[in-house]
């Protein structure tokens, strides 16, 4: 059937039979790929890395030179079902603009997403000034609102930007640096919720109301909360790979307060800026970073999320091919183009029935003449490299899981992670190694993974709905305090 040619590369014993058995890969094709097989130890040591500089991250002086950010969010708790309201939210980071009507309702504990309208970003735009963003953002919410005859009302919004940014309150969000296909001149350093109300005043028709900042991964972690009260970590591998989970607030040293835990944006995709992950970065991972707009940041991003995957691959089919290991040496002009192998061809060229059709598909599709050795070579090559980005993944999450069972002294941690994006989302084999990854590097934690249901949007509204809550409750206290002080006057 030709189906176990397409056993994970991990699978070392596999690997031998398919070789001589069904493809007699050649030993160069071999010897290509053998740098994408990151072995039990090697991810063990990787984790490792990532555990220090978690700490970098964390740390009051070690934090402005450390490569993984770890973003304070201000989100200090989960939702507790008692949220409620109407919101507003936007969404901005992935593959498409979304502006979004949510309804979180009380008694049902649940999040209705009313309505939601996509608005494409233009690729010149995403390159372009950042007034003209934030001027088309405001554009299309503001038809948004019409459609939905909301325009009159002044609803609370949720923002979910997701970019790495330097929180200073929920509502004010300093933008570091942007990352995947944004380079948006004069936003980077401004903080974000400016740039949106500025541009919303520019044109003065409507309002909105209080505004909270949300990275995807926090939304992800909040929209699942809501089903889950154990949800603790929000990881994304989409066009983008993060992840953000619970941390003792005691540990983030540049926020006052000992008690209670907060959110923490990790920004992972940086890991490796510092030189740390040379050892297992190939030539290829090295083009894709020097080609890419913004060289020399988020290498560990760009070994592992969909924006890149399909250029590895791109990368070392035309290296294949031009030493002749490939469709007799011939290339055709769409595999020499960049970016021309999606990420989504790995997913359906890898697919377990119908894979090999499909990759011929697509290989005819791209102009090449393939024979049957040619079509099983390219999914071993698309094998392994989504099977290193899983596992770089389950490593890094393995690492994060570890550090909330070592904070709370447990032996044993039982936990749940929110996930979404496209990569783990679609890819037929990604979320299985992934968790046999982080089972085998955090073999005392239990992990439940819950897909999240348009984190997003959702999401962003239970980080409105949670900030508004909290805020209410100071407010509660702050009157009580004063009725108890004149309680106790009069006893
Ligand atoms: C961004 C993160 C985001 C991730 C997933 C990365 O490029 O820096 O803020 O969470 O993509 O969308």
């Known amino acids: 059937t030709g189906q176990d040619d397409l056993l994970p590369l991990s699978h070392s014993r596999t690997l031998r039979k398919t070789n001589l058995v069904r493809v007699a890969l050649p030993l160069q094709v071999q010897e290509y790929l053998e740098p994408f097989h990151l072995s039990v130890e090697k991810l063990r040591e990787v984790s490792a890395r990532l555990r220090k500089d978690l700490v970098r ?19 200090r708790a989960t939702p507790d079902g008692t949220e409620k309201g109407d919101f507003l939210a936007l969404d901005l980071g992935g593959t498409n603009f979304r502006v979004l009507h949510v309804r979180v309702v009380e008694e049902e504990q649940k999040v209705l997403k009313m309505d939601s309208q996509i608005c494409a970003i233009p690729k010149e735009m995403m390159l372009g000034p950042g007034v003209q963003l934030f001027d088309h953002i405001a554009a299309c919410l503001n038809d948004f609102l019409v459609s939905q005859n909301l325009k009159g009302q002044t609803l609370p919004l949720g923002f979910t930007f997701s970019f790495p940014c330097e929180q200073k309150e929920i509502d004010k969000s300093i933008l570091i640096r942007w990352t995947k296909g944004f380079n948006c001149s004069g936003v980077e350093g401004e903080d974000v919720v400016k740039l949106l109300k500025e ?28 089903r889950d009260q154990s949800c603790e970590i929000g990881m994304i ?31 992972w995709g940086g890991f490796g800026d510092d030189g740390c992950l040379k050892d297992i970065r ?30 590895i691959v791109r990368l070392l089919l035309v290296r294949l091919t031009e030493n002749k290991l490939l469709f007799e040496g011939r290339t055709s002009e769409a595999l020499l183009t960049p970016d021309a192998f999606e990420t989504k061809f790995m997913s359906e060229i890898e697919e377990r029935d119908g894979g090999l059709e499909n990759t011929q598909n697509i290989l005819t599709e791209l102009g090449l003449k393939w024979d049957s050795v040619d079509s099983r070579i390219v999914r071993l090559v698309c094998n392994a490299v989504s099977s290193r980005s ?41 979320s299985e190694e992934l968790r046999a990854t982080v089972r085998l590097l955090a073999p005392d ?44 006057e009069e006893d």
């Open 282 to 311: 190939t030539e290829f991972d090295v083009v894709v970073d020097e080609t890419s707009i913004n060289p020399g940041i988020h290498n560990f991003e760009k070994m592992i999320s969909g924006m890149y995957l399909g250029e």
């Open 390 to 430: 899983a596992r770089l993944c389950g490593a890094a999450l393995a690492t994060l899981a570890n550090r909330i069972r070592v904070n709370r002294r447990l032996d044993h941690l039982k936990t749940t992670v929110g996930v979404d994006g496209t990569v783990y989302k679609k890819h037929p084999n990604f």
């Open 445 to 488: 934690c239990d992990i439940t993974f819950l897909v999240s249901e348009d984190g997003s949007g959702k999401g962003a509204a239970m980080v409105t709905a949670v900030a508004q809550r909290l805020a209410h409750q100071t407010r509660l206290l702050e009157e009580s305090d004063g009725e108890v002080d004149d309680e106790e």
């Open 237 to 267: 591998i989409g066009t983008g790979t993060n992840a953000c989970y619970m941390e003792e607030i005691k540990n983030v040293r540049r926020v006052e307060g000992e008690d209670g835990r907060m959110c923490i944006n990790t920004e």
């Open 199 to 226: 541009a919303i005043h520019r044109r003065g028709d409507y309002d909105i109301g209080s505004v909270a900042m949300v990275n995807d991964t926090v939304g992800t972690m909040m929209s699942c909360g809501y």
């Open 57 to 75: 991250g964390l740390g009051k002086h070690s934090h402005h030179k450390a490569p993984v950010k770890m973003l304070p969010t201000f989100v």
